[in-house]
Each structure stands twice: as C-alpha cells, then as structure tokens.
C-alpha cells in the first residue's frame, strides 16, 4: 500500500514546483502511471471545493430520482457524480488554473484540452458489495508510451483523506504499459491483478495524476462517509472532450477566464453535446458578478 506521511503544510494554495520535482513526477506517470503532488488545496480554497461539489451531487441525485439516469454517466451502488463541476462557482473554475496540473499536462500531452472536470463521490457500501467496487479496468486502449502521446490524463484532487478504509483507488502499477495475457479471461482476470494492486493513499488537498490506461478500480468505502474527489480529466487535442464546455461555460464566465484555461475549455471536435443533465438552476448565467479574469 501506498501511503504519504502526514505532512501537509498550511501553506498558500497553488504553489508551484522546481524543474527537479516536476521531472520526477513526470517520471513516475511515465514508468508507474501515477504520482502523488502533496497540498495543492488546502485551507479555505479546499473548503470552498468541498461545498460547491456537494451542491453540484445533491443535483445530480435530485435528476437522477426524476430521470432514472444522468448522460454521459454510469451510475451503480457506491458511485456518484456530478459532471461540468466549473458551473457550480469560482472555486472550481479557479481549479482549472491550477499551475501543478498545467505543469503537468503540457509535457505529456502537449496540446490539450479539457474532458470534463467532475467530483466524483465513492459511497460506503456494506461488504457484499466489494467484488463490484475492486473490479479493474482501463478507462481506454494502451498507447505506445515511447512513440505517442497518451490521449487522457487524470488529475484528481482529493476533497477527503484517501485511506484504505474510504476505498482509495486501486492501482497496478505499470500496467498501462503492457495489455493483459491472452490465457487471463473471465474471472481469472480480477484473481490476476488483484495481488499486484496498490492503493493511492492520499491526504485531503493532495493531487494525484494518472494515466486512465493504467488498470484500476475505485476501492470498497467501509466507513460512515463518502470519499470525494474532483478529477480535471484533459484529453490530447484531437481527442474529443466530452462535451462542449466552451458553450456550457457561456459568455459571461467566457470572458473572465485566464487564457490558458479558455484555450483548454475551447475545441474543434463537431457534434459535441452543449449541456448537461444536473447544471444550476438557471444556468448559463445572463451575468456573472464582477469584472476581469479570475484571479487565483
């Protein structure tokens, strides 16, 4: 298992990194999959996030009890979300500025954009429940590592302390590499991987960035709380994001993002849809209050 010291600082948000750490990071996706970036939220930055997720799932619960489901989303026991995070308040929009995450970003993917920013909510779950919460998966194909550029990246901030008891993600390290043997099928796969996962232990705040092609699962919740997360998903350009959040964003919060993030939110893939299922009541807004870009 997987688990950081507890040493978070109270320290100010979005502090950047030196060329020695950000190569080690870099690093550790690359060969591992995965990398843990220490307090990158913290004080009342991660209240903020914590409070706007939840309003954004209480919708998402509420249209989902009405509809009987939520587009572009699986919904099963034990897992919620709520997708297009950045219209639920500033705190959100101003994640999307995070300078750890674009530091990142730019020399794995290049040129990217944003796939979905989403807060992700991993619900306790009584025991017979944990063979469906510890399958593995890939969320897409493996890529050649040494010659392309992966299409995703994800980029969750822990809004929890992520512990083996809350079901912190579970990893195989270095499996994005490799696809799994012919002979493994069935149920034999889960009994295969199973003895070479890691969990990602994390503090509330930290950041942790993985390669979505690494084999995961999201891990069984066994206490009385839920354990949240915000994942900024980016994808390579000429992947198609999710939606288009450029249009969901709208004119009045268009005009006050920091250019960065308007070049992430924009994209030129066709027949992107142009909202969601569970957005604020009202949205998009006619105004925004106040002027100017977001400041971080």
């Given amino acids: 298992m997987w688990s950081p010291a507890k040493t978070q600082p109270e320290v100010s948000d979005y502090d950047g990194m030196s060329p020695l750490e950000l190569d080690r990071h870099l690093y550790a996706i690359r060969a591992m999959g995965f990398t843990r ?44 979300c709520c997708r297009c995070l950045y219209t639920w308040g500033d705190a959100a929009l101003q994640l999307l500025d995070l300078d750890t995450i674009h530091a990142i970003a730019q020399p794995l993917l290049d040129d ?3 796939w979905d920013q989403s807060v992700i909510s991993v619900t306790p779950q009584p025991p017979e429940q944990a063979a469906l919460s510890e399958r593995f998966h890939r969320d897409t194909k493996i890529v050649d590592a040494r010659t392309e550029k992966p299409p995703y ?10 512990t083996p008891e809350n079901g912190a993600t ?7 590499h490799l696809d799994i043997p012919r002979s493994v099928a069935g149920e034999s796969f889960q009994a295969f991987v199973q003895p070479m996962a890691q969990q990602l232990c994390a503090d509330a705040g930290d950041l942790i ?3 979505p092609t690494l084999l995961h699962s999201a891990g069984h919740n066994t206490t009385d709380r839920p354990r949240r997360i915000i994942n900024v998903a980016l994808c390579s350009r000429g992947t198609p994001p ?13 005009s006050r993002l920091a250019d960065r993030v308007r070049a992430m939110m924009r994209s030129d893939s066709p027949g992107l849809g142009k909202t969601w299922d569970a957005l604020p009541p009202g949205w998009p807004p006619a105004g925004v209050a106040g ?4 400041s971080r």
């Fill in 37 to 80: 970036v220490p307090a990158q939220v913290v004080g009342r930055r991660l209240e903020d996030l914590r409070a706007l997720a939840d309003r954004g799932l209480d919708e998402a619960r509420r249209v989902f009890g009405l509809r009987g489901k939520l587009n572009f989303t699986v919904t099963r026991r034990g897992f919620e």
């Fill in 112 to 114: 990217y954009r944003l």
């Fill in 153 to 162: 990246l994800w980029c969750f901030i822990c809004l929890d302390d992520t």
């Fill in 170 to 176: 579970r990893v195989v390290p270095g499996s994005h």
């Fill in 209 to 211: 960035v993985f390669d």
């Fill in 242 to 254: 999710l939606m288009d959040h450029w249009a969901i964003a709208g004119a009045a919060v268009q």
């Fill in 291 to 294: 002027e100017g870009t977001l």
